[in-house]
């Protein structure tokens, strides 16, 4: 699962910040804590969403450390402005810290409880009555006004009004529908049981990413099928989602693009991630992906395409890459590296191909399923041997076996090793055999010559049979090679993965479980001769 890249970038000195909290509450204690703001915890909490409120914390002149650092932890800042807010250098001083974090992406939203709006922005009314008298107390006009910009800032975003015009309770209800999307929408993404060597992989596409350019940038991810590219893109997703405007990883486009409305349900999910209108519905593909790009033209984005197939399905999903603001980043993963060819030249894009694990880290992947620790136990040691020697370092292979065979006794290991070796597991066979099943006939047929007869061979001697076939092997070869079903080594010899082969020779043997003579191929000197013996 070590990645070649084929382009370069500068470095980003982005790191990852993870968050403890996913609402931190600002409010004037003695104007709301035991109405307004105490209901709106108490709510929050009841939905799930892990909220901060400075309870019982010991007041000063100053804001302590600690607090500040809870700040920078929370998702979401909810600011509530009251009455006497602005009286407490403690709520402005809490205030210019959200302002700070906002321009690090976090999410504010205030909430203006019985003032008005226009006198927080404009500080007037007991706003300015309260900064005037803390420019005479504190006789810093920095301090005071970097308050001024931080109430002016605020109260220019988007937030709630309550003015006595319904209850408090459905007020409080339409925050929490509010911010439950929003927290939705900037949840991290399961990873992986074990996430063995991920952290390695993702610093050659942070490189390629470049956070902190302009332009909109597309990095494709290819591999064949189980080598870890959806993996690998969901972990991406969680190192940088919160530094964009929105962010949505649409898993399973393949599939699911394939599906009765399977286009308009993505862009409607798309939609929800970045926008959280749970409401929006865009009722065919052509309206959906012209309320992508008048909605979304503004958004500087994260955006991730798993398993994507046909670039037509990009096309009907999204419309064009560069609809997108300045800054906005699409990640793309597929088994076929020619589709990124195709998306045109109108923006930058890279491409990584994820390959297999090495051998130490097949050996704590598999260890970790089968033992539950990160090294074998000392009497399976060379059964382990053989199942890192079979999986040749593909993930899928490795969990699939590990979790199969944990628990099991030395006796069951080795009937089960025999078996893999004879007769592919199934759970495998799935998954690599998606990219067989999207070849057409004489790709088909090219790939299951290749995995029974000519492994290893020569190009050119493989292009000569196959033509006298009528396969049109040029393109077919080429084909397999996009797919990353077959490779070519320096020597234009074919190669490709032992579980690639395996699966191949697997479908050939499921035409006829029971009767060799019944398959289209035969490689097996046993088969040939009983079937040759028993026709003379």
Same mark, same amino acid.
């Given at each position: 699962m070590a990645l070649v890249t084929s382009n370069e970038a500068s470095s980003s000195s982005f790191t990852h910040q993870p968050k403890n909290f996913d609402v931190f509450l600002s409010f004037r204690g003695e104007d709301t804590r035991l109405g307004f703001t105490g209901h709106l915890y108490n709510a929050l909490r009841q939905h799930g969403i892990h909220t901060f409120i400075d309870d019982n914390l010991p007041r000063g002149e100053r804001i302590s450390t600690q607090l500040l650092k809870t700040i920078e932890s929370s998702t979401i800042s909810i600011i509530v402005f009251s009455e006497n807010y602005a009286s407490s250098s403690w709520c402005l001083d809490e205030l210019a810290k959200i302002i700070e974090c906002k321009k690090n992406d976090q999410l504010v939203r205030p909430v203006f409880y019985k003032v008005d709006p226009s006198e927080v922005r404009n500080q007037k009314g007991k706003f300015g009555e309260a900064l005037a008298k803390h420019e005479e107390k504190f006789k810093d006009d920095k301090k005071v006004q970097k308050w001024r910009e931080a109430l002016h800032e605020a109260a220019s975003i988007s937030g709630w009004h309550y003015n006595n015009s319904c209850t408090e309770f459905k007020f409080i209800q339409g925050i929490i529908e509010e911010i439950s999307n929003s927290k939705l929408n900037r949840m991290p993404l399961f990873v992986a049981k074990y996430p063995v060597g991920i952290n390695s992989r993702i610093e050659a596409i942070k490189l390629l990413l470049d956070i902190e350019s302009n332009d909109v940038r597309i990095v494709g991810m290819y591999g064949p099928g189980g080598i870890g590219k959806t993996t690998i893109a969901k972990a991406i997703y969680n190192n940088f989602f919160d530094h964009f405007e929105g962010s949505s990883f649409v898993e399973n486009v393949k599939d699911k693009s394939g599906a009765f409305d399977g286009i308009i349900q993505l862009q409607e999910t798309l939609l929800f991630d970045i926008l959280g209108d749970r409401h929006l519905k865009v009722g065919n593909i052509s309206r959906g992906t012209n309320v992508i790009k008048e909605r979304l033209c503004c958004k500087r984005i994260l955006l991730i395409l798993d398993?994507?197939?046909?670039?037509?399905?990009?096309?009907?999903? #999204?419309?064009?890459?560069?609809?997108?603001?300045?800054?906005?980043?699409?990640?793309?993963?597929?088994?076929?590296?020619?589709? %990124?060819?195709?998306?045109?030249?109108?923006?930058?894009?890279?491409?990584?191909?994820?390959?297999?694990?090495?051998?130490?880290?097949?050996?704590?992947?598999?260890?970790?399923?089968?033992?539950?620790?990160?090294?074998?136990? *000392?009497?399976?040691?060379?059964?382990?041997?053989?199942?890192?020697?079979?999986?040749?370092?593909?993930?899928?292979?490795?969990?699939? #076996?590990?979790?199969?065979?944990?628990?099991?006794?030395?006796?069951?290991?080795?009937?089960?090793?025999?078996?893999?070796?004879?007769?592919?597991?199934?759970? #495998?066979?799935?998954?690599?055999? +998606?990219?067989? *099943?999207?070849?057409?006939?004489? *790709?088909?047929?090219?790939?299951?010559?290749?995995?029974?007869?000519?492994?290893?061979?020569?190009?050119?001697?493989?292009?000569? #049979?196959?033509?006298?076939?009528?396969?049109?092997?040029? +393109?077919?070869?080429?084909? %397999?090679?996009?797919?990353?079903?077959?490779?070519?080594?320096?020597?234009?010899?074919?190669?490709?993965h032992d579980l690639l082969q395996q699966m191949g020779r697997e479908i050939v043997r499921q035409e006829s479980p029971k009767n060799p003579g019944e398959r289209s191929r035969l490689w097996c000197y046993e088969d040939a001769l009983d079937i040759l013996t028993q026709n003379t």
């Open positions: 398993d994507v197939d046909k670039a037509d399905q990009i096309e009907r999903l #999204i419309g064009k890459c560069d609809w997108f603001a300045s800054g906005s980043r699409i990640i793309i993963t597929t088994r076929d590296k020619h589709l %990124l060819a195709t998306l045109g030249k109108a923006y930058s894009i890279y491409e990584v191909e994820v390959t297999k694990l090495d051998d130490h880290e097949a050996l704590e992947l598999f260890s970790l399923h089968a033992f539950h620790r990160n090294k074998p136990e *000392e009497d399976y040691s060379k059964l382990t041997d053989q199942v890192i020697c079979y999986a040749k370092g593909l993930p899928l292979a490795l969990v699939i #076996i590990g979790a199969d065979l944990c628990g099991r006794s030395e006796m069951e290991w080795e009937s089960a090793l025999d078996k893999y070796e004879r007769i592919l597991d199934k759970d #495998i066979q799935k998954i690599l055999q +998606i990219s067989f *099943e999207g070849l057409d006939e004489n *790709e088909r047929d090219i790939f299951l010559d290749i995995a029974c007869f000519f492994q290893g061979s020569n190009k050119n001697y493989v292009v000569d #049979i196959s033509n006298a076939c009528n396969f049109y092997p040029v +393109i077919g070869i080429q084909k %397999l090679i996009d797919k990353c079903l077959v490779t070519i080594d320096r020597f234009n010899t074919l190669w490709m």
